[in-house]
């Protein structure tokens, strides 16, 4: 295993930013009418965290919360924030203010840097909070900027060490509540060496895009750290939705796109894929990637989707394959740097071929922020993802499902993404969520819901023609013996299906 070391002392921001040494004119980011130099990047984020220290009275060790859609103001002051020596916590800019409350509590956030936007939620917390500090942008505008451009071009980052936490990121909470991950500055350089590095291989002409927020770690990774660590440069987008992804592939001439499968399968139903020529690597993260829509995709814009299983409490992928090594029906193998294996119901490495819990070890790892379920999560010095896989004799992980949707019906493992795959090869099946439901004779039935396509309408005839359907692709115990319409499924934030929210919904 190549293994990565670090100096002792080590700030993530200034390391990044100094990695690259790219000309000073080369444009770091780009977003619609912005573009941004490295040089001004550097010098911005050297004025906020000057701003932070000297105008709200920032201590190393303080939380700053970052709260705004993906722009280059935000992306300064994230930077800022760590050269500064506070930790950082971005939260989903469509956030409530009593979600928000919440994160602002847990991580004992005493400062925030605010995008005009989304202020008003932040303030609604002032009142319950240990919120104290707060500075507004706006675009390229606003209060912040302007004590900003008052100060002087350098500033001496603080010198961090590289254990220390530089970000509290919050899971999106597909299981429950958001617990929040501690990561340290040498976290954020350990990503680019495992996962940029061995597997996405950015080069500085790269040009890249992603759906992701900040606050979810797929995007900070794809969005900023790689980007910035090869030198290249990245569009930020406020808002990802499937078409504004594909417009802005087009406009900016995009060659790095990630996003999550679901994107990918609309973006390759839009008119004129032509315009998604300049892509060279796509990496699809966040869920599990159904075969189909690795064809579609291949078919659509001839590139073969980079897989990758990550994670908030790993930061970022740590399973997944090349476009050269991608295998249909697998994740990938452990990115280099990274152990992975399977283990059994006695906590022990299974053979290959045997389904059982993911297991990773790596440079990165899972540190609750409260106590929570670190002792769940992290087992003899593994930690346990939650999902269970298969892996095979010459080492791909082929996923199976979350460890929490695998159904056990008439003693049958029935694996809730297999069936959901199957019923979206249905041309009238637009969504669908599938679930265990209690049953006294099976102990659990499948059960399904299902989004139709536009302007369809559903009946008993097309439940029995979509149950007809799965069993003709997979073996037939595994149909959904309930079906039941729906006009939408429940998601979290980033856009995960919210399967114990419909097992809720739905008591014994
Ligand atoms: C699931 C996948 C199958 C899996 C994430 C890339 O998704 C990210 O982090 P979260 O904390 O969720 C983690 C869980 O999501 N998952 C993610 N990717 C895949 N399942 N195939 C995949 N390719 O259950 C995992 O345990 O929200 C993804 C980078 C950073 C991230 N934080």
Not at 24 to 37: I, Y
Not at 105 to 114: G, N, P, Q, V
Not at 426 to 438: F, K, S
Request: net charge negative.
């Amino acid at each position: 295993l190549p293994e990565v070391r670090y100096p002792e002392r080590l700030n993530a921001a200034t390391a990044l930013l100094a990695r690259a040494t790219p000309p000073p004119d080369k444009p770091a980011l780009l977003a619609e009418g912005v573009s941004w130099t490295y040089r001004e990047l550097d010098v911005l984020s050297n004025q906020i965290a000057a701003v932070l220290r000297d105008d709200m009275q920032l201590i190393p060790g303080n939380r700053v919360l970052l709260h705004g859609p993906n722009t280059p103001m935000l992306a300064a002051c994230w930077f800022a924030v760590l050269k500064a020596g506070g930790v950082a916590v971005s939260t989903m800019p469509l956030l409530r203010a009593a979600e928000l409350g919440k994160v602002i509590a847990k991580a004992e956030i005493s400062h925030a840097l605010c995008d005009a936007s989304c202020v008003a939620v932040v303030r609604e917390t002032l009142s319950t909070t240990t919120l104290r500090q707060i500075q507004i942008f706006e675009g390229e505008g606003g209060e912040l900027l302007e004590l900003a451009r008052r100060k002087p071009e350098r500033f001496e980052a603080v010198d961090t060490a590289a254990d220390d936490v530089a970000l509290i990121a919050f899971t999106s909470g597909t299981t429950g509540q958001p617990k929040g991950c501690m990561h340290f500055h040498r976290d954020l350089l350990a990503v680019c060496d495992t996962f940029a590095r061995h597997i996405l291989r950015p080069t500085s002409d790269d040009i890249f895009v992603g759906s992701a927020p900040f606050a979810f770690t797929f995007g900070l990774g794809a969005c900023l750290l790689f980007p910035v660590w090869a030198g290249a440069t990245a569009v930020l987008l406020e808002h990802g939705s499937p078409p504004q992804l594909a417009a802005a592939i087009e406009q900016f001439g995009v060659t790095i796109c990630a996003t999550a499968p679901t994107s990918y399968r609309m973006m390759a139903a839009l008119p004129n894929l032509d315009s998604l020529q300049s892509l060279r690597k796509c990496v699809s993260a966040g869920e599990a990637l159904p075969a189909a829509t690795r064809l579609r995709w291949r078919e659509a814009t001839g590139i073969e989707l980079i897989d990758g299983i990550g994670a908030t409490e790993m930061l970022h992928i740590f399973i997944s394959a090349d476009e050269h090594q991608a295998r249909p029906g697998a994740t990938g193998k452990a990115v280099p740097g990274i152990r992975a294996c399977v283990l059994g119901e006695d906590g022990q490495p299974l053979p290959p071929g045997r389904i059982g819990r993911l297991a990773v070890q790596g440079p990165v790892g899972c540190r609750y922020l409260a106590d929570e379920r670190q002792r769940d999560y992290v087992q003899h010095g593994w930690n346990i993802t939650g999902d269970t896989y298969l892996m095979t004799e010459d080492g791909y992980f082929e996923y199976q499902a979350r460890s929490d949707d695998m159904i056990v019906s008439s003693g049958y493992n029935i694996a809730a993404p297999e069936v959901e795959e199957a019923l979206l090869r249905h041309p009238l099946v637009a969504e669908c969520a599938v679930i265990g439901l209690p049953d006294e004779l099976r102990g659990q039935v499948v059960g399904a819901f299902i989004v139709l396509a536009p302007d369809q309408t559903a009946s008993e005839a097309l439940k029995i023609e979509l149950q007809l359907f799965v069993k003709n692709q997979i073996a037939p115990y595994k149909y959904p013996r309930f079906i039941e319409f729906r006009d939408d499924l429940p998601k979290t934030a980033t856009g995960k299906l919210q399967r114990f929210a419909l097992r809720q919904d739905r008591p014994a």
